[in-house]
């Protein structure tokens, strides 16, 4: 038996004794105490499946991404331990190259540059969708690299973007984006990518690239 199953079948019985507690001193005052302390044994850590499992067994690997673009190289430090689902879907496409040759098909200077889209239209994705993970102690701020998606919850894939400017941080108003890593070297490569003149694009926002400019490849590194 794991040390997590130990764990957790010891709190249920706690939680049960507490009960039994509870049902025999409901009307008096220090019964809401008692269950005030039901509730905190219950968010210590229930059972969890996939990566946050995973991490009460034994510590979550640390990564980074180095990718090669048309004007350059940077990398991007993966943020494993409070996006773990995220960065597991990230490096799993990296991994089958399905970022290599995809163009960044919206770029707005001062604010992010956007790409993960294999049909570059800002409409595509690998077919599926990844949960939000938006429980972070990071801020939106120039570097910072986050999660797209269509405004609904849940319904990120594979587009992601790149903070490039200050208006990035109008987002933290409502974090809605998963962020999921940070550029720890090569931002002057994400600058000059932030910087490829742009048109309006159908909806009118001027963010439609003038020039293709697009991910060669994608490397993970394990620290």
Known sequence: ??????????????????????????????????????????????????SGDRAGDEPLSKYDAIIETTEGSFTIELF????????????????????????????????????GDPTGTGRGGPGYTIPDELDTPFQYEPGIVAMANTGRPNSGGSQFFICTGDSCRNLNQIPNYTIFGKVTSGMDTVLKIANTPVTANEMGELSKPTKEVKILTVKIQEK
Do not use: E
């Not at 049960?16 to 509730?39: D, E, M, N, Q, T």
């Not at 773990?84 to 290599?100: E, G």
């Open 1 to 50: 038996m794991r040390l997590n199953d130990i764990i957790w079948d010891n709190i249920t019985l706690v939680k049960g004794l507490l009960f039994s507690v509870l049902k025999h001193l409901f009307k008096k005052p220090f019964a809401l105490l008692a269950a005030a302390l039901i509730l905190a044994l219950a968010g210590c850590g229930g059972k969890t499946s996939g």
């Open 80 to 115: 494993s331990g409070t996006a773990p689902k995220t960065v597991d879907n990230f490096i799993s496409l990296a991994k089958k190259d399905f970022y290599n040759n995809v163009i960044f098909h919206r770029i707005v200077k001062d604010f992010m540059i956007q790409t």
